[in-house]
């Protein structure tokens, strides 16, 4: 079913529609601080299920359900360790998802079988103002279509999405730029399964110890979507290590006609001086900030885009090269 896309900010008007939406089962894309969202009302199996169906998300890769407080999400579970609630207080809201026992409270299509919950209370005002209109817990996976690079701006939600969902709520571009981390809160202590942008450090610093999850050979992963290829930009890519590297990458594909762009951080570009280069910046933060929409603008005017893995390491670095890692097609699992 083809339908108008319309993009609209979060007026009153905005708002009321998205909340309309909601309330019939359809999925609206909203803003939060990490990437958009593509959200459904999560007490609806057939809302739930539609999200799976838009993405072409495979049916075992579960999702995150958002509120807009505390409050609502201590009402999803059913108690927590001590540690989890001093970490609730010291980052939400904000990009971090914890995932408790489930209580099946929400739909069943939400956790794809598992026996946990993944909850998250997003930051940024447009998300506030949402979920505060709609009222409802709401699922919502990354607002791509399943493997594509997140979306972080209203504009790339509609070229993933254009004619398939109504409504794109925009709230301008997303200051944090990779999704949340994704922390395990069902053990005596809390295990990131999915780093981002509140760090393994930031979070031991409140709960005194936390580990981050690294799949065994051949286990089945605790966070199913780190086992899938994702985050790729639609041309061919290929990963290199050095300035010289990519530098002979380029000249080759520049040969046979095609047209070579380079994806580094900074210091990498200061070498590149006449050479087509998307620079991601210094600091991890500028390069979680700015990961996905190079990697979008890469795939747009380039044949072969060139990565050349960054040396900056800690803190979210390491959910970055996790994210930079993967749309190349390795698996960097940090
Ligand atoms: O920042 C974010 O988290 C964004 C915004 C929209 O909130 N959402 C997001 O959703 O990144 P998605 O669906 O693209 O990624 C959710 C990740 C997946 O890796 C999934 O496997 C994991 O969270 N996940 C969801 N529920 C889980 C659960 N109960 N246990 C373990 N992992 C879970
Ligand atoms: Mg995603």
Avoid: W
């Amino acid at each position: 079913m083809t339908m108008e896309t319309q993009i609209v900010g979060c007026s009153k008007d905005g708002l009321s529609r998205a909340k309309k939406y909601i309330e019939e089962g359809e999925a609206v894309a909203f803003h939060t601080e990490t990437v958009y969202g593509l959200g459904a009302n999560a007490f609806s199996d057939e809302a739930v299920l539609k999200i799976f169906a838009l993405k072409g998300r495979p049916a075992d890769n579960p999702l995150i359900v958002h509120v807009h407080r505390d409050y609502e999400l201590s009402r999803l579970i059913d108690g927590e360790p001590s540690y989890a609630a001093a970490l609730r207080k010291a980052f939400l809201p904000g990009p971090l998802t914890m995932v408790y026992p489930s209580t099946g409270k929400v739909s069943k299509y939400v956790s794809c079988g598992l026996d946990t919950l993944a909850v998250r209370v997003p930051s940024s005002p447009a998300a506030q103002a949402f979920l505060r209109e709609v009222d409802l817990p709401v699922a919502a996976p990354s607002a791509n279509l399943s493997k594509h690079v997140s979306p972080v701006t209203a504009r790339h939600v509609f070229d993933d999405f254009n004619g398939k969902i109504s409504l794109i709520l925009d709230g301008g571009a997303c200051s944090g730029g990779i999704e949340s981390t994704v922390l395990d809160c069902t053990g005596k202590i809390p295990q990131i399964l999915r780093e981002g942008l509140v760090t393994r450090e930031m979070i031991a610093a409140v709960a005194g110890d936390c580990l981050v999850y690294k799949r065994k050979e051949g286990e089945k992963p605790k966070s199913p979507g780190m086992a899938y290829k994702h985050y790729a930009p639609r041309c061919k890519t290929a990963y290199c290590h050095s300035a010289a590297e990519a530098k002979a990458l380029y000249a080759k594909e520049s040969e046979q006609n095609g047209k070579p762009c380079i994806l580094c951080e900074s210091k990498a570009a200061a070498e590149l001086a006449g050479y087509d280069v998307l620079d991601l910046g210094g600091t991890g933060e500028a390069m979680a900030q700015r990961l996905y929409a190079l990697l979008r603008e890469g795939e747009r005017r380039c044949t072969l885009l060139i990565g050349i893995e960054p040396t900056l390491r800690g803190g979210v670095m390491q959910g970055v090269l996790n994210r930079f890692t993967r749309a190349f097609g390795g698996n960097y699992e940090a």
